[in-house]
């Protein structure tokens, strides 16, 4: 079965430290993996996906296929980044397939 | 451009009521997803229009759940006799973008209550 997992229900930490939201996937495949985030009162959006390799925001996502990982990091936090955070697969790659969401991590960064 | 937008943004219903959630997807867009988010979880999949083609509805968790695109545009969630268990957020998406990335866009979202 495919299914995303978000281990961390709430991450808190403070101004200018390390972050890693950790996700782990459940997929035979080779899935497309995604980092959506909802700041307070917006709507979800697109962070990053991993075909793109690229820094958003200073926020970067490795796939580790063998672990069948994709954990979002950032060296150094900012209050802006306090938001609820969603690891999502997409099952066929390049698809207009549905995403497959994982309950989300509430990350919290104290000044 | 305007992005997906949903209304009514607030639904409180009494129980056994019907209730109908539009979605205006982004002009252009063919694809157009509803996913259902109860309170605490993440977005889960209820069902895929391709233009006004239902193709997937194996996500619309009873009968009571309806959904029609019949213009390839706007799309409407219906929920019959709506239970307890119906409240939560109920979110619309358009896929588009540029190749090859691709991207769902998300709507602000329903917040349906059934008291």
């Known amino acids: 079965a495919q299914r995303v997992t978000q281990p961390e229900k709430l991450l808190s930490v403070f101004k200018g430290a390390p972050v890693e939201l950790k996700c782990n996937y459940s997929y035979s495949g080779s899935p497309e993996l995604f980092w959506y985030v909802q700041y307070s009162r917006q709507r979800l959006q697109l962070l990053l996906r991993h075909i793109s390799r690229e820094s958003i925001k200073g926020f970067t996502a490795d796939l580790n296929k063998g672990e069948t990982s994709f954990h979002l990091k950032k060296p150094f936090a900012q209050e802006e980044d306090s938001a609820m955070y969603y690891c999502a697969l997409r099952a066929t790659w390049g698809s207009q397939g549905n995403l497959i969401f994982g309950k989300g991590t509430k990350l919290s960064v104290k000044p | 451009g305007a992005g997906v937008s949903q209304s009514p943004r607030y639904k409180v219903a009494k129980r056994g009521q019907d209730v109908a959630l539009r979605c205006d997807p982004i002009?252009?867009?063919?694809?157009l997803f509803w996913y259902q988010q109860a309170l605490g979880q993440g977005p889960e999949f209820l069902t895929y229009f391709q233009n006004e083609a239902q193709l997937d509805k194996s996500g619309l968790p009873s009968d009571r759940f309806f959904a029609e695109r019949p213009e390839g545009s706007v799309s409407t969630l219906k929920i019959q006799r709506t239970q307890q268990e119906d409240s939560a957020v109920y979110l619309c998406?358009?896929?588009?973008?540029?190749?090859?990335?691709?991207?769902?866009?998300f709507g602000p979202g329903t917040r349906l209550t059934v008291t």
């Open positions: 998406a358009s896929w588009g973008g540029a190749a090859p990335l691709y991207e769902q866009y």
């Open positions: 002009s252009g867009h063919v694809s």
